[in-house]
């Protein structure tokens, strides 16, 4: 048996799989060799890597294509506009004849059903908003870029505000509410459970301030984005929906946080599914190095626990990034598919990561990962899968199949016409601004919300000192972001990353 037709066989799938190319050893490349990921796999994650300029966004646009074919939607963000070429066929030449012939791939041009959005008004597709009180204090906390101590006082605030029962729209909500946390009324409000410093206050309002300059203040409002939206077949093809990110460049961690915002929806909505045929929903983090950088323990715990148990829901995640190290152990752990792209070996930290990036991957009598890592060329990776029992596949240098659909992007006026006429559009086009925090406070009429199901027995502060503290312990704000049915808890409860869980 050839070293090609022996990786072949560890990929031999008899269900639904993603076709992803032919395998190539001693520079021979065995069209009938083929590279695939088992469907009912992907929801056991991924990851794609590889230095600039070596195939990742066509690898994506590729993934994307194949989950799309199979009924699978898919969530992408599309930085440069690269991507929307997923909604046009693509055009034959001699470079996709070649690549075609030495995959062993039908070519033939293809174009798929896509949606275009943007994170807040003010960009080129189909507006989606959050509010303050859904993101919750955690995701917040990492745009913001606020420390621990930081945090955990706007833990403190968004408890309050879930107590009294004031909905945190948007950014001028958020700053009503701090700005009476730290007058004398405020001051009494928050009495036996902390307060808000005039110092940590002054720093969260004008992190705040510099969010809305970046744009932050277009995306905090209503109508809020239904992840339902995102999950959405059309002729039995699953919608791919792009996230046209062009004026957010200048904040890449709203749009990285956003997604992880969507992701904990996502989970603490669907029921459980167990082991499925295919995926709910796959969502791509692209950049994801940003995802990580800066965050706090208390995010990447969550963010850990969540690629842990999401795939129970249905829902397959891929982290693209230049470097697997940029992925946290404890996550990377987790990224059952490995797409690798070549890497640079330049410097000596580029050798140490290489070096690094070598050991993750099982042993191979067929390859020298560390050489074969420099030496691939553009749309070849180093690839090892789940097979459908569950077990890693044999590492393969793959020489990748050319996507189907437009390899460029449409523009920007080809994608402003179609997110206009998309079903998305009445829906979230206009912004809807009712009475809230700000509203409420400045009329002051935030009166105590009244218990709907179990009233709050009478402060005993007299017979029974320090109450609050014994229910919320030492650690008042955390211990309540954690737990979703506390004694204390009212009509808004929250679960993982804080986010807000709505009564549905």
């Not at 705040?208 to 077949?233: C, H, I, S, T, Y």
Request: glycine residues 10%; proline residues 5%.
């Amino acid at each position: 048996m050839t070293a090609q037709a022996e990786i072949a066989a560890g990929y031999a799938s008899e269900g639904a799989a993603i076709e992803l190319g032919a395998v190539l050893v001693d520079g021979t490349v065995e069209p009938a060799a083929h590279v695939r990921i088992p469907l009912s796999m992907v929801n056991r994650h991924g990851l794609v890597a590889g230095a600039t300029g070596t195939g990742k966004t066509k690898t994506l646009q590729l993934l994307a294509e194949q989950l799309s074919d199979n009924g699978v939607p898919v969530l992408m963000a599309d930085v440069k506009g690269d991507l929307s070429g997923l909604s046009q066929q693509g055009t034959e030449s001699d470079r996709t004849k070649t690549r075609a012939a030495d995959t062993g791939d039908d070519w033939q041009p293809q174009s798929f059903p896509v949606q275009f959005l943007s994170i807040g008004t003010g960009g080129i597709g189909v507006p989606l908003r959050a509010t303050i009180t859904s993101f919750g204090p955690i995701l917040l906390s990492k745009v913001l870029g606020l420390n621990d101590t930081q945090e955990s006082t706007l833990g403190l605030i968004f408890h309050w505000a879930d107590s009294r029962g004031l909905p945190l729209l948007d950014t001028k909500d958020l700053r009503s509410v701090i700005q009476h946390l730290t007058s004398d009324e405020g001051k009494a409000d928050l009495k036996g459970i902390g307060g808000v410093s005039s110092s940590t206050a002054g720093v969260i309002l004008r992190a705040l301030v510099n969010l809305e300059a970046q744009g932050g203040d277009r995306f905090f409002g209503e109508p809020e984005l239904d992840p339902a939206d995102l999950m959405r077949e059309r002729d039995g093809k699953g919608v791919v929906s792009l996230l046209e990110l062009a004026e957010l460049q200048g904040n890449p961690a709203l749009f990285s946080t956003f997604l992880m915002w969507l992701l904990a929806e996502l989970f603490e909505t669907l029921p459980e599914e167990g082991d499925v045929e295919k995926p709910k929903l796959v969502f791509f983090f692209d950049e994801a190095h940003l995802l990580f950088s800066g965050a706090s323990k208390a995010f990447l715990d969550q963010i850990t626990q969540t690629v842990k148990l999401i795939r129970s829901k249905g829902i397959g995640v891929f982290f693209c990034t230049q470097l697997p190290t940029d992925i946290p152990n404890d996550v990377l752990s987790q990224l059952g598919a490995r797409v690798q792209h070549a890497l640079r070996a330049f410097t000596p930290d580029d050798q140490k990561a290489l070096a690094r990036t070598v050991k993750t991957y099982p042993t191979t009598p067929h390859y020298d990962l560390e050489k074969a890592l420099t030496s691939l060329g553009i749309g070849e990776a180093v690839i090892t899968v789940l097979s459908e029992k569950g077990a890693p596949t044999p590492v393969a240098w793959t020489r990748l199949r050319a996507p189907r659909s437009l390899m460029d992007t449409i523009g920007n006026d080809a994608i402003k016409q179609a997110s206009q006429q998309s079903e998305l559009h009445g829906k979230y086009a206009e912004t809807v601004d009712r009475e809230s925090a700000y509203e409420q406070l400045m009329q002051k009429v935030a009166p105590p919300q009244q218990e709907q199901q179990t009233p709050e027995p009478p402060r005993q502060e007299k017979e029974e000192p320090g109450l609050v503290e014994k229910v919320l312990g030492n650690s008042a704000v955390k211990s309540f972001l954690r737990s979703a049915g506390s004694a204390l808890a009212r009509e808004i409860t929250r679960g993982i990353f804080g986010t807000s869980r709505k009564r549905r």
